[in-house]
Nanobody, 112 residues
Framework: VQLQASGGGLVQPGGSLRLSCAASGRILSMESMAWYRQAPGKRREWVASISAGGTTDYEESVKGRFTISREVAKKTIYLRMYNLQPEDTAVYYC???????WGQGTQVTVSS
């Protein structure tokens, strides 16, 4: 099983980005998935999750700004991020908790 994350980049404060995470291999299209992030010098932290049934959950600081979703046919999850702030700067990772599989990470930098 592999997870391929993409969509990061440099954005100004208040901007938006959409991250994608495509799964390949022996993985069900409907699985619990999650996004994490790790800022420089900090521990990796959980950002958002989507359950097999589609229930979503968010870390407090991103509630109302980030949206996690999935596209079943493509075995892909997304993280739409709005009103990005400098403190959102980090490497973002997607993960499948059941299989303990992680994507390679995609850099998000929020700076003017």
């Amino acid at each position: 099983v592999q997870l391929q994350a993409s969509g990061g980049g440099l954005v100004q404060p208040g901007g938006s980005l959409r991250l994608s995470c495509a799964a390949s291999g022996r993985i069900l299209s409907m699985e619990s998935m999650a996004w994490y992030r790790q800022a420089p010098g900090k521990r990796r932290e959980w950002v958002a999750s989507i359950s097999a049934g589609g229930t979503t959950d968010y870390e407090e600081s991103v509630k109302g700004r980030f949206t996690i979703s999935r596209e079943v046919a493509k075995k892909t999850i997304y993280l739409r991020m709005y009103n990005l702030q400098p403190e959102d700067t980090a490497v973002y990772y997607c993960s499948n908790p059941r299989l303990n599989v992680w994507g390679q990470g995609t850099q998000v930098t929020v700076s003017s």
